[in-house]
């Protein structure tokens, strides 16, 4: 691109959160770009495709609005894996914090789903014209009236609205001034997915472990997708596969009896982040780039998705009241409505990382998780705000 283009709403970054914006405002009508430094746009997936090792627990909100963007139906069409239990505990498993699907009244506490398959539906989805791969912005101006994008190709786009969609390491986030809260982790993820000798049934299992949290998620297949957040991450890539078997299967005192098999792992460096404000001018950060929580409650996309649901939900209503509808005030109804759930998640999962490491307390907390089961209505308010109902 050589000329000025022109837009209603620029959305840079073209992951899950990024995309699903993008395809949002384009159902609303609005003249869409998205530019994703990525490239080439995703495959197109079927249910013969091997798993992405990327999966993502799905709150029923979630799926609401994937729902709402017309994707969730092919989605499900290729695979996706709905769980009915969660089952949470640290030293001993049968004192596990049980949650069932009956206890929020849904059909399911949510749906294990593979990143790629997402991002290649999201993507499939937009109309023609509006994704740009392989793309980056160079330099950005903005004020309340608008804001100027200088892409990398010598082009230049000027739109009404900048979603700011680009992950934890946010570039424009930078550059627009606006700072961000951030700490790393001592822990990095450990993901693969593993064959065990029992069947999950479609439970999610999570583990606190004094070196972090274990999560094995269901997959369709049969298998579980596992999530090992640990200090010890170095050592457990290091290890030979059957080791590494072994290790896991202890780590999880074989609730799904031997690890039978695994596929390659990677890692994941964790961090906490949180962005000091979500506007500025008529930018707005949504997903990764306003917030990044430690994944041991499986809620980073959830929150992106829930960043994407009210923006569109605040765009429709000032355009509907024939208002400027990228004006700060509005954008900061934007903000107002996301910044309370948002601080909310990061004080309980960064709280729960927290209250896990304290050595020799793992009884109490034992004690505590079976005493939370024994209340039905405390169990109940917790899988509704874990699942978001
Ligand atoms: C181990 C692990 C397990 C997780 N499990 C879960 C889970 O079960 N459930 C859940 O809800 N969340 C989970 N998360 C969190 C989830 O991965 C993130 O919250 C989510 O991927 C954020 O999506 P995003 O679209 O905001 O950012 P990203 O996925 O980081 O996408 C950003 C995109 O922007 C592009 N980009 C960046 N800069 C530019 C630029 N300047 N120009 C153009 N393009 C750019 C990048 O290429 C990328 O495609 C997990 C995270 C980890 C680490």
Redesign the pocket.
């Known amino acids: 691109m050589s000329a000025i283009a022109q837009c209603d709403v620029a959305v840079?970054?073209?992951?899950?959160?990024?995309?699903a914006a993008a395809l949002g405002f384009a159902q609303q009508g609005l003249t869409v770009q998205l530019?994703?430094?990525?490239g080439p746009t995703p495959r197109v997936l079927d249910a013969g495709d091997d798993y992405d090792l990327?999966?993502?627990?799905?709150?029923p909100s979630?799926v609401a609005l994937l729902e709402r963007l017309g994707v969730w139906p092919e989605v499900q069409a290729v695979r996706s894996s709905p769980y009915q239990r969660m089952q949470v505990w640290e030293s001993e498993a049968e004192r596990a914090l049980r949650f069932d699907a009956g206890d929020a009244r849904v059909p399911a506490l949510g749906h294990?789903v593979e990143?790629g398959l997402l991002a290649d539906v999201l993507w499939r989805h937009l109309p023609a014209g509006v994704a740009r791969a392989g793309?980056?912005?160079a330099a950005v101006a903005s004020d309340d009236a608008g804001a100027e994008l200088r892409l990398d190709d010598g082009g230049t786009l000027r739109t009404r609205l900048l979603v700011i969609?680009?992950?934890?390491?946010?570039?424009?986030r930078a550059a627009l001034g606006i700072e961000a809260l951030s700490a790393q982790y001592e822990q990095t993820?450990v993901?693969c997915h593993v064959r065990t000798e029992r069947p999950h049934r479609q439970t999610a299992w999570q583990r606190f472990l004094p070196t972090g949290p274990l999560a094995l998620?269901p997959l369709a297949d049969g298998r579980s997708s596992i999530?090992w957040?640990s200090t010890a991450a170095e050592a457990l890539l290091a290890l030979d596969d059957e080791s590494f078997c072994r290790a896991l299967g202890e780590a999880s005192q074989h609730v799904l009896g031997a690890i039978t098999g695994c596929t390659r792992r990677v890692q994941?460096p964790?961090a906490l982040q949180h962005a000091e404000r979500y506007v500025a001018g008529c930018a707005v950060l949504?997903?990764?780039?306003a917030h990044?929580?430690h994944?041991l409650a499986?809620?980073?996309?959830?929150?992106?998705?829930g960043d994407v649901a009210v923006l569109l939900d605040t765009i429709a209503a000032a355009r509907a009241e024939s208002r400027d509808w990228a004006a700060p005030r509005v954008l900061k109804r934007y903000e107002r409505a996301r910044r309370a759930d948002v601080l909310d998640m990061l004080a309980v999962t960064d709280g729960l990382y927290r209250a896990f490491r304290v050595p020799g307390a793992g009884r109490l907390r034992d004690a505590g998780l079976a005493a939370v089961n024994a209340v039905a209505p405390l169990r109940r308010e917790l899988v509704r705000r874990a699942i978001g109902a």
Do not use: H, K, M, T
């Not at 530019?35 to 990525?38: A, P, V, W």
């Not at 990327?54 to 709150?59: E, K, P, T």
């Not at 980073?300 to 998705?305: E, K, M, Q, S, Y």
């Open positions: 840079v970054g073209g992951g899950l959160v990024g995309a530019l994703e430094r990525g990327r999966v993502y627990a799905l709150a979630c294990i990143s793309v980056q912005v969609a680009e992950g934890r390491e946010s570039r424009l993820a993901v998620l999530v957040s994941f964790l949504v997903g990764d780039a990044v929580v994944p499986g809620q980073g996309v959830n929150l992106g998705f």
